[in-house]
């Protein structure tokens, strides 16, 4: 009975030691995964019409060791009044918690980019349809 106690202890150690530092990378790794979809489903919500189907290019980065989460959001054939409606309607529905960058106001008159970025941990935006206003 020691001798198989003994054994299961070792096993157990073997384990630990072997997946232990994987264990805490993949709590890291689920997190900035969230992150990335909840911010997504945010801005997705927002150009979910079928004036903006084939013409919206979303690009999310999260940082892995630090809550600091971009979105990059590239309007196609868009003009300046169009682009301008955008960036009004998302600053209104945001809280205050998010920054919008224009990156490109004009340099190309057929594309128009603008970065969003939290920028606290609180919910950045103000409606319940929001996946983390819910949450």
Excluded: K
Excluded at 23 to 34: A, C, K, S
Excluded at 63 to 78: E, I
């Amino acid at each position: 009975m020691a001798e198989a106690l003994s054994h299961l202890a070792r096993l157990t150690l073997m384990l630990c030691l072997a997946y232990g530092p994987l264990i805490p990378l993949m709590v890291l790794l689920n997190i900035r995964d969230r992150r990335q979809v909840t911010l997504l489903g945010v801005i997705l919500h927002h150009f979910r019409g079928r004036e903006f189907h084939g013409r919206v290019v979303i690009r999310v980065t999260c940082a892995l060791f630090w809550p600091r989460s971009q979105a990059t959001v590239r309007l196609l054939l868009c003009s300046r009044d169009e682009f301008w409606d955008i960036l009004t309607r998302l600053s209104q529905n945001f809280g205050p918690r998010i920054r919008v960058l224009i990156d490109e106001p004009g340099e190309n008159r057929y594309a128009a980019t603008f970065t969003i970025e939290p920028t606290g941990r609180r919910r950045p935006c103000r409606h319940s349809w929001c996946p983390v206003a819910a949450g």
